[in-house]
């Protein structure tokens, strides 16, 4: 294009207000303000409008902190290059793009359906009453992710498509689901517990067959063990399901189950001491049959591991229903 009026494409001729004539390229990184060139500051920096005490601008400091947060990612976008505007248009970050949410929510509800509508490994931790609702919440958690995925998939792509990185704390609990599924409680936690069974010594029990073998819960085993005087377990075979736990200094075992109300959090031990019987593995499920030690000085008034003097035992698998 023609010079008009004696300007170029790219600078100022003298006698435009220049001090000494001179050209100035204004895409050289300074400016006209007055008449007179000006530097234009660093991105990131401005000149505060509050002054010195002597009547000077205050001096440059970064500006970042005084700019809407949604307004930083758009300045910063202005002056990327062409490489990092396309990783911005593709929400390429550390932090969790929009699609990878939503693949992470579908894994994560995949997962819940996985161990709970299609098998029974949900019972490791928490009890039967719960599956409904973990179905459910697998169900939402897939349905929100697919649909995610999917908007994202066909949406348009957007500089601000990332999310916080604290996102990437929602893959955590499918990495351990997935990758390292702890199991049921066992041997372990029934060490670590210092609790003691609820028990009631006003609870009726229906008496117990004299001849033959009645199967008891080591809940309902100890609940009858501290009935007054004990009546319904005196001379009667019972079989019992549990854990094997070895005692203190190998001396003798216990059969143990865990209890729980809610879920694994808040398991309690319950214990019996078996007596006339080797010690099984640690943690390998056994049914005992025996028959209840009566308490030598009568039911304690602090809580005791009962005993039971075992006839048979014998090795079995793990119960669909660990928890008692």
């Known amino acids: 294009m023609a010079d008009r009026g004696g300007r170029g494409a790219g600078g100022v001729r003298a006698g435009a207000g220049l001090a000494g004539g001179a050209a100035v390229d204004l895409l050289g990184g300074r400016r006209l303000r007055g008449g007179f060139p000006h530097g234009v500051l660093p991105h990131g920096q401005a000149g505060l409008p509050r002054g010195r005490p002597d009547g000077g601008p205050e001096a440059h400091r970064p500006?970042?902190?005084?700019?809407?947060?949604?307004?930083?990612?758009?300045?910063?976008?202005?002056?990327?290059?062409?490489?990092?505007?396309?990783?911005?248009?593709?929400?390429?970050?550390?932090?969790?793009?929009?699609?990878?949410?939503?693949?992470?929510?579908?894994?994560?509800?995949?997962?819940?359906?996985?161990?709970?509508?299609?098998?029974?490994?949900?019972?490791n931790y928490v009890r039967p009453g719960f599956r409904p609702l973990?179905?459910?919440?697998?169900?939402?958690?897939?349905?929100?992710?697919?649909?995610?995925?999917?908007?994202?998939?066909?949406?348009?792509?957007?500089?601000?498509?990332?999310?916080?990185?604290?996102?990437?704390?929602?893959?955590?609990?499918?990495?351990?689901?997935?990758?390292?599924?702890p199991p049921a409680l066992g041997a372990f936690a029934a060490r670590r517990d210092d609790g003691s069974p609820a028990r009631s010594r006003t609870a009726a029990h229906d008496a117990l067959a004299r001849s033959g073998v009645t199967e008891l819960t080591l809940g309902e085993f100890i609940g009858r063990a501290?009935?007054?005087?004990?009546p319904t377990l005196a001379g009667r075979k019972v079989r019992l399901i549990g854990f094997a736990v070895p005692g203190e200094g190998g001396r003798g075992w216990y059969l143990t189950r865990m209890q729980v109300r809610c879920c694994a959090a808040d398991a309690l031990a319950l214990e019996v001491a078996v007596h006339g019987a080797p010690a099984p593995a640690e943690?390998?499920?056994?049914?005992?049959?025996?028959?209840?030690?009566?308490?030598?000085?009568?039911?304690?008034?602090?809580?005791?591991?009962?005993?039971?003097?075992?006839?048979?035992?014998?090795?079995?698998?793990?119960?669909?229903?660990?928890?008692?």
Request: proline residues 8%; charged residues 15%; neutral net charge.
């Open 63 to 123: 500006a970042g902190g005084h700019l809407r947060p949604r307004l930083r990612p758009a300045i910063r976008a202005t002056h990327a290059g062409p490489r990092d505007r396309s990783q911005l248009r593709r929400g390429v970050d550390t932090a969790v793009s929009r699609q990878t949410q939503g693949a992470v929510l579908l894994v994560l509800g995949a997962t819940l359906l996985s161990i709970s509508a299609f098998s029974t490994t949900y019972l």
């Open 134 to 181: 973990i179905v459910g919440a697998g169900a939402v958690l897939a349905a929100l992710g697919l649909l995610s995925v999917v908007a994202d998939m066909l949406g348009r792509p957007r500089a601000h498509d990332h999310g916080s990185r604290v996102a990437w704390l929602l893959a955590a609990p499918v990495f351990a689901l997935v990758l390292v599924a």
């Open 226 to 230: 501290y009935a007054p005087s004990s």
């Open 283 to 324: 943690d390998s499920w056994v049914a005992v049959t025996g028959t209840w030690v009566p308490w030598p000085d009568g039911v304690p008034d602090e809580y005791a591991v009962p005993d039971l003097t075992a006839t048979e035992v014998s090795g079995i698998e793990q119960p669909t229903e660990p928890y008692e």
